[in-house]
């Protein structure tokens, strides 16, 4: 009994932390089938009775960031009012957002693909809406002198990561598969969330992050660095918007509502950065009062991970079956997951409006 309380309880902790959106930079002290074809008649959002509006709430993973200006942007310009949603934000980023959202406390949350496929696996009826993150975007990162910049360049190094677990000890494992290596190559020191003062003091040789966070801060400082990102080595499924099987089915006029009017914000930031960036500011006050332009950096260096080619042919948000099925395999052959999971019911791609 103890052994499963452990092995249940460490479940929760990498399940929480993979559900994780990219933080904010901190301040300085699958089944291969043929893609799924939009339905021509998606369901509208329930209109507003007697002036009111389906109130749902969107668990974020992180607390106020300009990361999220898709959805901030799609709050801003009325689209969420006009399927008859009204959205509050729950920045309520230290709880299970899977937990929460597979017990139906709330109605979506963000989380990564892997972390559906983890939870799934544990029979938490949840999938993925509309995927945000293309690209997984948990990278590597070095002082550019090192000259580590593939994946080989890691064997014998001092790696920090803030522990085993989530997004980053995913990603770490992930990277190791796909070069066939194993821990036993690295040296790898959990840290905890110190990895820019570790790089930067040289306590390790390479650490673990987000493309639009650490190695953006270090650059900032004046330290150039090397990456060496996870996505370009293995194709891990990313973050999203999740919801719950059971508002799937029984409301799926909110889910399609809300998938509309969130690839609408990510449609307007895509086009229109600048924009977009000052609807965000207006959900994150705190951010003017910091380096402004700092912010519009981390935006745009989120960008890149919002589009891909797959999303070119089959439309912003797109759930990738292949990809979900190479992770799924992934974690199966790495043990992270201890049972095979049916990998199309971990995401539905019913409610995405496909533009070719």
């Keep these: ?30 089944n291969t089938a043929a893609p799924v074809a939009a339905p021509t008649g998606a369901p509208s959002a329930p209109a507003a009775t007697k002036g009111q509006k389906r109130t749902v709430t969107l668990a ?31 920045y309520n980023y230290e709880t299970d957002v899977v937990q929460r959202v597979a017990t139906g ?17 544990q029979e ?14 948990v990278v590597l990162f070095s002082k550019q002198g090192l000259n580590i910049t593939k994946p080989e360049d890691l064997k014998g190094k001092t790696i920090g990561i803030p522990g085993r677990f989530g997004a980053s000890y995913v990603g770490l494992q992930a990277l190791l598969y796909a070069s066939n290596m194993t821990e036993q190559d690295i040296d790898l020191q959990e840290i905890g969330f110190t990895q820019i003062a570790a790089v930067a003091e040289d306590k390790v040789q390479v650490a673990m992050g987000y493309a639009m966070n650490e190695p953006v801060v270090l650059e900032q400082q004046g ?13 891990l499924a990313s973050d999203g918007v999740i919801a719950s099987d059971d508002l799937v089915a029984n409301e799926p006029a909110v889910a399609a509502g809300f998938t509309r009017a969130t690839l609408k914000g990510l449609r307007d930031v895509l086009a229109d950065p600048d924009g977009g960036f000052e609807a ?13 332009s700092f912010q519009r950096k981390v935006l745009q260096e989120a960008l890149p991970f919002w589009a891909s080619e797959q999303t070119e042919r089959y ?17 199966r052959e790495s043990k992270l997951l201890s049972t095979d999971v049916p990998v199309e019911e971990g995401f539905t791609n019913d409610f995405i409006k496909q533009e070719l």
């Design 1 to 30: 009994m103890l052994h499963r309380l452990v092995l249940t309880t460490m479940l929760a902790l990498l399940l929480v932390a993979c559900g994780q959106a990219t933080p904010a930079a901190p301040v300085a002290p699958e």
């Design 60 to 90: 974020m993973a992180y607390i106020p960031n300009v990361q999220f200006a898709p959805y901030y942007v799609a709050q801003a310009k009325g689209y969420y009012a006009e399927e008859g949603l009204e959205v509050v934000f729950d």
């Design 105 to 121: 406390n709330v109605e979506f949350g963000m989380a990564s693909g892997n972390s559906v496929l983890l939870a799934r696996g």
């Design 124 to 137: 938490l009826p949840v999938k993925m809406l509309l995927t945000i993150s293309q690209r997984f975007p």
């Design 223 to 235: 330290t150039p660095v090397n990456v060496i990102a996870i996505a370009d080595y293995f194709p």
């Design 280 to 292: 965000s500011l207006e959900f994150i006050p705190e951010a003017r009062s910091g380096d402004i």
């Design 315 to 331: 439309g912003l948000g797109y759930n990738d079956p292949d990809v979900w099925q190479q992770t799924h395999t992934f974690l």
